[in-house]
C-alpha cells in the first residue's frame, strides 16, 4: 500500500502512525504542493489528498476512512465504542476545521 500526502502531518499522520505501529507495510510518499498538482491531484477520486492506493491499484480517500481501514486493533469491533471513537474523532475535527482562524486571530492579537 501506498500512502500519497503532503510533507507534513495533517490528514496523514494519524496512517502513518497506525501503520508504524502494527508494523504495516507502507509506502509513505510526502509530496510538496508542485508535484502534487503536476502529477497526483487528477488521479485522486476526490482531487484532494490524503489518497491511500490499495494493492490492486485502486485508491481510498478521505483521512477518516483510511484510519478506519488500518486502524485494526485500535479500532473496537463493539459497535457503541466504535461510535464512541467516531464521537471523538467528530469533536477533533471540527477544532481541525477551525484551526487556520484560531491561527489567524492569534497572529492578529484577537484571542
Ligand atoms: N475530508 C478530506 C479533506 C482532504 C483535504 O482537505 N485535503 C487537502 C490537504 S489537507 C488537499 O488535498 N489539498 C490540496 C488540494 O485540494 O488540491 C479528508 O479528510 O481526507
Known amino acids: ?10 490528514r496523514g499522520e494519524v496512517t502513518r502512525i497506525l ?31 490524503p489518497l491511500l492506493q490499495l494493492e490492486d491499484g485502486s485508491y481510498l480517500t478521505q483521512s477518516f476512512a483510511i484510519e478506519r481501514f488500518l486502524a485494526g486493533p485500535y479500532y473496537p469491533a463493539d459497535k457503541l465504542q466504535a461510535a464512541r471513537v467516531d ?14 482562524s484560531v491561527c489567524a486571530h492569534a497572529r492578529e492579537g484577537q484571542h
Do not use: H, I, N
Open 87 to 100: 464521537e471523538l474523532c467528530g469533536c477533533f475535527e471540527e477544532v481541525r476545521r477551525g484551526w487556520p
Open 19 to 49: 501503520a508504524k505501529l502494527q508494523g504495516l507495510p507502507l509506502r509513505d510518499t510526502r509530496l510538496d504542493g508542485a508535484t502534487w498538482r503536476a502529477e497526483w491531484r487528477a488521479q485522486s477520486p476526490t482531487g484532494q489528498a
Open 1 to 10: 500500500m501506498q500512502l500519497v500526502y503532503f510533507a507534513l502531518p495533517g
